[in-house]
């Protein structure tokens, strides 16, 4: 009876076209694909899974950075992780930015419980495909700013490019256009350094 109960409270779908929702909301939905809150606004992932590419990208990343932080407090999570941006309090219902970033690093534990993360990563990294381009270009990048996300890193693995924005003063600050031949290293995660010719090896 009461596994009926609980079923009776699920949201199948939640509604996109008009209303705000929260963490509260969120947790209550079983749908069978990703979703993400953006300032209270449902975004839906493709139905299919991340191609290859994007898939081995993220692979060799988390790899290096788990490698690059063993015995260190920072942790490094991939998707699906979820990462909650509060605005006013750490409440389910006071949250209305939930994400699923594709690679996070967060170095203060007390922001980890069970369902993820509270509050912003020190970075985060997203890898671009053909569906997502304008959702983490725009959107996430307002949210990550004004959360306080440290840096920002953008990979387009189809142009085999990164984009890093740097926080300072409140405000990103955009790298140059990495490319093929390029060896960037993060200003917040020390001992990381991304080698552009090594992530894009052999992948076509």
Not at 54 to 74: D, M, N, P, W, Y
Not at 103 to 116: A, R, S
Not at 175 to 195: A, H, K, M, Y
Request: proline share 5%; with cysteine.
């Amino acid at each position: 009876m009461q596994k009926e109960e609980e079923n009776n409270n699920l949201v199948k779908e939640p509604y996109t076209e008009y209303g705000r929702y929260t963490y509260a909301d969120y947790l209550t939905w079983e749908i069978d694909h990703m979703v993400e809150l953006i300032k209270g606004k449902v975004f839906r992932q493709a139905a299919a899974a991340p191609r290859r590419i994007h898939q081995e990208i993220s692979v060799k990343i988390t790899s290096q950075l788990f490698a690059t932080l063993k015995g260190r407090k920072c942790k490094v999570f991939s998707a699906p992780f979820d990462v909650r941006l509060p605005v006013k309090s750490r409440k389910h219902e006071d949250i209305n930015t939930v994400v699923q970033p594709d690679i996070c690093v967060v170095c203060d534990p007390e922001k980890l419980d069970d369902l993820g993360c509270v509050g912003a990563p020190d970075l985060i990294m997203e890898i671009l495909s053909p569906s997502n381009n304008k959702k983490e270009l725009q959107n996430k990048y307002e949210v990550y700013e004004e959360s306080g996300v440290l840096e920002y890193w953008i990979i387009h693995p189809y142009e085999k490019t990164l984009l890093v924005y740097t926080l300072t003063d409140r405000k990103y600050i955009p790298s140059r256009l990495f490319t093929l031949g390029d060896q960037v290293p993060s200003q917040c995660i020390e001992g990381f350094v991304l080698d552009l010719d090594e992530l894009f090896e052999g992948l076509e």
